[in-house]
């Protein structure tokens, strides 16, 4: 097991292989949220900093937790070659679509009626150990029912989506999705 304070080139390299991720977050009550993660929603920004795209999903608990606990962990696993476990601590900064930042940190990721929030993942560990216990498991491709689900629903079925299924955490916490991401008319 090694620890560092920031992301090796060699543990970016590796980062940008992964075809998924895990994130987990909780608050300092409830529930402890762990989610799989893959398309195009992660960016290694530099040695300290990792930007996340959150994509509508059924949940969304990442950033009810958030809100409370900044706290964020990502794990990366090799599924093939040599074994690692990759994970990465630190605290987020959480942009929705109506903050200012939004434009200049969405424009590292496709662009999506259903990006829900940036998480801005400022870096205070890494640290990797061994993965010799994951088994391996081949990629045979990216599913598309959630971009297919998206453009079906276009932005309003989206937004309604939200509204219906993404404005409480599972622990009743209040996400402010609305306020945060729908611009009044």
């Known amino acids: 097991m090694e620890h560092f304070d920031h992301i090796t080139n060699d543990l970016q390299k590796f980062i940008e292989k992964q075809k998924i991720f895990f994130v987990g977050t909780a608050t300092s009550d409830g529930l402890i949220n762990i989610s799989p993660k893959g398309l195009e929603s992660l960016k290694v920004i530099d040695k300290n900093r990792i930007l996340w795209m959150n994509l509508t999903g059924s949940g969304n608990e990442s950033a009810a937790h958030t809100q409370e606990n900044p706290r964020m962990t990502l794990m990366f696993t090799s599924f ?73 629903a276009g932005k309003k079925g989206i937004q309604k989506y939200w509204k219906e299924n993404n404005a409480k955490s599972l622990d009743g916490i209040i996400t402010n999705i609305e306020k945060k991401n729908i611009e009044s008319s």
């Open 80 to 152: 093939d070659k040599k074994p690692l476990i990759l994970r990465v601590y630190g605290e987020v900064k959480t942009i929705h679509r109506l903050d200012k930042d939004w434009d200049i940190l969405s424009s590292y990721f496709p662009p999506s009626d259903a990006s829900r929030q940036i998480f801005d993942l400022s870096i205070s560990l890494v640290q990797t150990s061994c993965g010799y216990a994951v088994p391996f498991y081949d990629f045979k491709g990216e599913r598309d029912i959630l971009k297919k689900f998206n453009e079906k």
